[in-house]
């Protein structure tokens, strides 16, 4: 544990000297194991400068996902968190933990997807270093049809969680994305597990992912045009530890009481689409042009056609139009 207790120290004191006396009496270990964990974190990619006579000093800018990073700062019992630099999808990798009897509560952080994942089976780009990917294992007493109300659960969290972070007000677009400065900066894809006999869920896993900064070779041209990043070229100490844990707190907080209606009022107010004129898509069928007009309590899209005739879009995908 002497690696995960040296940075949680140094994480106390971002940009600041520890001495290596310091560390080693109040962990009650000798300085040289101070060391040792010192050199196994710069392996690990955190930027620690040491100088004698001052000590050892966490870089402010140093972003490195790890689970001691995110479990430290977490107030919400129930919650484990396993973190991998690189995954194939948290998703994926998840469901099948969840149908080995995992238990509620676990979360898998990434820095990196190599298969992210989607809604409608795309793809989801997932570069290392510059996004943080998770996904959350819920066992929920819920019917199948209430799972939309745990995607509000985490659009909302997420918002929260990023605006206590930043200056920033974030739009949702129903019913799991998330806008800021007119570019999708947060994708949210919610699967469940049936239960045939109860007609319940077993389990549901809600992934997030989240672009916090510009990737080093800038987005995929494809993806330019739509694609922002929430946080740019400023300066956040740990960010994505703090975000991870942010954003856990807050959805396993809401997620005990879905359908509450603080909950809908938050997720209605950061709407970007209400009042506005829309395109229904469907896989295979032309767009269908109507103008969003309100949300239902169960997360329904009240819509109107261009006939006048009022519709309720319970789920599929839309797209804005310019007004």
């Known amino acids: 544990m002497t690696k995960e207790q040296v940075l949680a120290i140094l994480q106390e004191h971002p940009d600041q000297f520890v001495s290596g006396e310091t560390l080693a009496s109040g962990l009650s270990v000798s300085r040289t194991a101070v060391w040792k964990a010192v050199e196994q974190l710069r392996r690990e990619g955190y930027s620690i400068s040491s100088v004698n006579r001052l000590g050892h000093r966490l870089s402010s800018v140093s972003d490195v996902l790890s689970e001691e990073g995110i479990r430290s700062r977490l107030t919400v019992p129930g919650l484990q968190v396993r973190v991998f630099p690189t995954i194939s999808s948290t998703n994926t990798v998840l469901k099948q933990m969840a149908s080995e009897d995992a238990p509620a509560g676990l979360a898998l952080v990434a820095g990196e997807q190599t298969a992210g994942r ?9 570069p290392s270093g510059s996004g ?7 066992r929920p007493e819920l019917d199948a049809s209430d799972a939309v109300r745990l995607t509000a659960c985490a659009a909302v969290s997420v918002a929260e969680a990023i605006e206590e972070l930043a200056d920033v007000r974030l739009e949702i677009k129903w019913v799991n994305d998330l806008w800021l400065g007119g570019k999708k900066v947060c994708g949210i894809l919610t699967e469940a597990g049936l239960d045939c ?9 809600i992934g997030i992912g989240i672009n916090t900064r510009v990737p080093a070779c800038d987005f995929p041209e494809d993806l330019r045009q739509i694609a922002g990043a929430v946080f740019g070229d400023r300066p956040v100490p740990d960010l994505r530890n703090r975000l991870a844990a942010l954003v856990l707190d807050r959805l396993m907080t809401c997620s005990s009481d879905p359908a509450s209606p603080v909950l809908f009022e938050k997720y209605r107010s950061r709407s970007m689409v209400l009042g506005r004129p829309i395109q229904i898509l469907s896989p295979g069928q032309d767009p ?3 103008t969003a007009v309100g949300l ?8 109107r056609m261009e006939d006048g005739s009022l519709r309720l879009l319970r789920s599929g995908e839309i797209s804005i139009r310019p007004f």
């Open 118 to 126: 989607g809604r409608l089976g795309r793809s989801f780009y997932s």
């Open 132 to 138: 943080l990917y998770l996904s959350l294992l819920l």
């Open 296 to 303: 239902a309590p169960d997360y329904s899209l009240q819509v």
């Open 197 to 205: 006999e109860t007609g319940r869920m077993s389990y549901v896993i």
């Open 288 to 290: 269908v042009p109507a």
